[in-house]
Structure formats: C-alpha cells, structure tokens
C-alpha cells in the first residue's frame, strides 16, 4: 500500500499563495514514473473533483476554476508531487488530496485542508 505524506496547507487570506507537496515513502521509483499523479480537492458540501494533473510525459491538464493560479509539478526521483496554488480564493476553500494512478494501483492520499478568507 502506497503511503502518501501531504503538507504544505494552511489557512491565508484572498489573494495569498500556498504550496502543497505530497510525498509517496513506499511506492518504487518505476510505479512512480509511470503514474499519472492527480490532486483532488473537495470543499464543504461538494464532491470530490479533479483540480490537476501530471502524467508521465509530464502533460497537464487543470480544472477550468484553477487554470491560470494553479500548477502542478513533480518529481520522480523525491516521488513528490506539487501543487502551487497562487491567487487564492475563498471558493478555494476544501481538502485537498493527491492520487497517483498506474496499472499497479489507485493510491490516495490523507487529505489536507486549505481554508481562504475574504
């Protein structure tokens, strides 16, 4: 089982930045290159929805509500995944979590909470 450390959230005002790291300490490093590394995010009262993503090939793709303040990163070799999310909104407000998906498994992470204010 693939366990993720996720860090970097907080609570800061509009406006403001944050950076979040997820860190896999079990999955190898080949399962880990070839995953396409996704962070989900679910604010109170929604469902969970796909904010990035990453693949291998280091393609991205991002929400519509986040392109332009949101990038996501990673790097095989610390088996981390990145997510700098600039010009923080209160809507930015949930839990964030990481995935990494492959033909090996599905692997999530714990969840870390973001909180914007106005």
């Known amino acids: 089982q693939a366990q993720f450390v996720e860090s970097g959230g907080g609570s800061v005002q509009a406006g403001e930045s944050l950076r979040l790291s997820c860190t896999s300490s079990r999955m190898i490093l080949s399962t880990y290159s070839i995953s396409t590394l996704n962070w989900y995010r679910q604010g109170p009262g929604n469902q969970r929805e796909l904010v990035a993503s990453?693949?291998?090939?280091?393609?991205?793709n991002y929400a519509d509500s986040v392109k332009g303040r949101f990038t996501i990163s990673r790097d095989n070799a610390k088996r981390t995944v990145y997510l700098q999310l600039d010009s923080l909104q209160p809507e930015d407000t949930a839990v964030y979590y990481c995935?990494?998906?492959?033909?090996?498994?599905?692997?999530w992470g714990q969840g870390i909470q973001v909180t914007v204010s106005a």
């Open positions: 990453i693949t291998s090939a280091r393609n991205t």
């Open positions: 995935n990494a998906v492959s033909d090996y498994g599905d692997y």
